[in-house]
Nanobody, 116 residues
Framework: QVQLVESGGGLVQPGGSLRLSCAASGIFFSAYPMGWYRQAPGKQRGLVASITRGRITNYADSVKGRFTISRENAKNTVYLQMNSLRPEDTAVYYC??????????WGQGTQVTVSS
């Protein structure tokens, strides 16, 4: 059974930093691309960043230059380093894995709140 567990969210002041982690189990993690998504109240869930198994990365325009996605296959974990956080980054952040049958697996989400 595939499980994804996010951690690292919290309350941070504008301009601050957080690092999110997503630990995977039940699947050959290194074979699959991973993504971080977020959903703010009243808005649709959208892509924040993604990383292929070859470590090619892609970012939403709103986070380019501030966020960095990385993966550590030995720990079955993907990270999202978030710097220069803004109030508009406030959302629930989810990680996602898509397997070769195009099945999506989601974590439970972690809340990030940017506020003074």
């Amino acid at each position: 059974q595939v499980q994804l567990v996010e951690s690292g969210g919290g309350l941070v002041q504008p301009g601050g930093s957080l690092r999110l982690s997503c630990a995977a189990s039940g699947i050959f993690f290194s074979a699959y691309p991973m993504g971080w998504y977020r959903q703010a109240p009243g808005k649709q869930r959208g892509l924040v960043a993604s990383i292929t198994r070859g470590r090619i990365t892609n970012y939403a325009d709103s986070v380019k230059g501030r966020f960095t996605i990385s993966r550590e296959n030995a720990k079955n974990t993907v990270y999202l380093q978030m710097n220069s956080l803004r109030p508009e980054d406030t959302a629930v952040y989810y990680c996602k894995l898509t397997d070769y049958s195009a099945t999506d697996y989601w974590g439970q989400g972690t809340q990030v709140t940017v506020s003074s």
